[in-house]
C-alpha cells in the first residue's frame, strides 16, 4: 500500500482536530472563540489550497508526472479543438515527430468532430476536458460529474475516437467530489508538473517558453493549450512550441503520450 499524501494527512489531522474540540465543548466548557475561529479559518484555507494544488493530493491521487528516473516526457494541449489553432499545433508535432495527449472540450467536439479525427490518425491520445468547460466544475457533485464525463466519452466513441479513459477537468482544480465522480466513471484523472500559463490572453510566448524550458526535465508532464477557452485569440503555446520541441531533443528527452504512463 503507498503512503498517503501530507496534504491529506494534514486535511485528516485537522479534521480531527476539530472534532476533539466539538467532544470537548459538548463535555466541557464551551471553546475559547478565537482559537475556534483560527482553527476553522485554517481548515478552510487547507482544504481550499487542495483544490488548487491537486497534485498534492489531498483529495485522490492523479497522473501529474511520469518516472523521474528514464527520458520520457509529456506534452498536454487543453481546449481544443479549434479549427484555427489546433491545425498549427498538429503540423508542428508531425515535423518534429512527436506525439501528445489532447484534452478535448465536448462542444468543441460536436462542432469540429473531422478535426478530432485528424488528432487520432495523427496518432495522438486524446482525454477529456469537460463537455463545457464549467469553470465551477471542482464545486459541482460527484453524480454531475461522472455524468459529464460519461456524456464526453460517448461523443468522442460516436465521432470516431477511442474512448478516454483520461480526464483533466476544466481549470485543473480536482475537489473531492471530482475526485468521486472520476472514480465512479472509471477514468483516471489528470494534472500536470508544470503550467504554460499561455491560456491567458496577453501571455508573451517567450515567457512561456522560459517557463516550459525549466520546467523540461525527465518525467514532466507539460500542460499546453492549442485553442483559447472561447476561441477567440491565439495561445502563446503555439509560437513558444518550436523552442520547446528544439529542447526537447537537444536534452535527449523522448516524448510519449499519457497512454505509456497511465497503465
Ligand atoms: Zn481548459
Do not use: N
Not at 491520445?125 to 464526453?152: I, K, M, P, T, Y
Amino acid at each position: 500500500m503507498k503512503a498517503l499524501p501530507p496534504a491529506r494527512l494534514g486535511l485528516w489531522a485537522y479534521a480531527l482536530a476539530g472534532v476533539a474540540l466539538g467532544v470537548h465543548s459538548v463535555a466541557a466548557s464551551p471553546p475559547p472563540l478565537l482559537p475556534t475561529c483560527l482553527g476553522l479559518g485554517g481548515f478552510l484555507a487547507l482544504g481550499t489550497a487542495g483544490v488548487f494544488w491537486p497534485e498534492r493530493g489531498m483529495y485522490g491521487r492523479l497522473l501529474w508526472h511520469g518516472p523521474r528516473d528514464g527520458a520520457e516526457v509529456a506534452l498536454t494541449f487543453d481546449d481544443g479543438p479549434c479549427p484555427d489553432t489546433t491545425p498549427r499545433v498538429l503540423s508542428q508535432l508531425a515535423a518534429a515527430g512527436v506525439h501528445a495527449t489532447f484534452f478535448l472540450v465536448g462542444k468543441k467536439v460536436e462542432r469540429h468532430p473531422a478535426l478530432v479525427r485528424e488528432i487520432v490518425q495523427a496518432g495522438h491520445q486524446v482525454g477529456l476536458h469537460g463537455f463545457e468547460h464549467d469553470r465551477l466544475f471542482s464545486l459541482r457533485s460527484s453524480a454531475h460529474v461522472a455524468a459529464d464525463v460519461r456524456r464526453s466519452q460517448d461523443l468522442l466513441e460516436r465521432v470516431g475516437a477511442p474512448r478516454p479513459a483520461l480526464f483533466r477537468p476544466p481549470i485543473g482544480f480536482v475537489s473531492h467530489f471530482t475526485v468521486r465522480g472520476a472514480e465512479q466513471a472509471g477514468v483516471t484523472l489528470v494534472g500536470c508538473s508544470a503550467r504554460a500559463l499561455d491560456g491567458l490572453r496577453h501571455a508573451s510566448a517567450g515567457a512561456v517558453a522560459r517557463r516550459l524550458l525549466r520546467a523540461l526535465q525527465p518525467g514532466a508532464l507539460l500542460a499546453l493549450h492549442d485553442a483559447a477557452e472561447h476561441d477567440d485569440y491565439v495561445p502563446a503555446s503555439i509560437a513558444a512550441l518550436p523552442q520547446v520541441l528544439a529542447a526537447m531533443r537537444e536534452r535527449g528527452l523522448r516524448p510519449v503520450t499519457l497512454a505509456a504512463w497511465s497503465g
